[in-house]
């Protein structure tokens, strides 16, 4: 059974950086698409990045276009996603979530494997 773990969330000042990390466990993540979402209070949990099974193909929400990266390690069964420039409305709870997709959109109902999330706080 896929199991996925977040980690590398925390409180970072405006303009700052934070790399998230998502690793699998139960399975090789090589079969695998993976996407990141985010929720912030009140509000609904929505897509922020994904990469394909082969890492050749990732989208971007406009939100972190410019300014987020995801890749993926697969030797180490870990997807990545660097934040740069965050700003205080990147303020949620992240989450990685995987599908066997070969390519993904990121949209949630593609994903049937979720992590437990990891907070991140941008504020001065």
């Known amino acids: 059974q896929l199991q996925l773990v977040e980690s590398g969330g925390g409180l970072v000042q405006p303009g700052g950086s934070l790399r998230l990390s998502c690793a699998a466990s139960g399975i090789t993540l090589d079969y695998y698409s993976v996407g990141w979402f985010r929720q912030a209070p009140g509000k609904e949990r929505k897509g922020v990045s994904c990469i394909s099974r082969g890492g050749g193909s990732s989208n971007y929400a406009d939100s972190g276009k410019g300014r987020f990266t995801i890749s993926r390690d697969n030797a180490k069964n870990t997807v990545y996603l660097q934040m740069d420039s965050l700003k205080p409305e990147d303020t949620a709870v992240y989450y990685c979530?995987?599908?066997?997709?070969?390519?993904?959109?990121?949209?949630?109902?593609?994903?049937?494997?979720w992590g437990q999330g990891t907070q991140v706080t941008v504020s001065s």
């Open positions: 979530a995987a599908t066997p997709n070969y390519y993904c959109s990121g949209s949630r109902t593609e994903f049937g494997s």
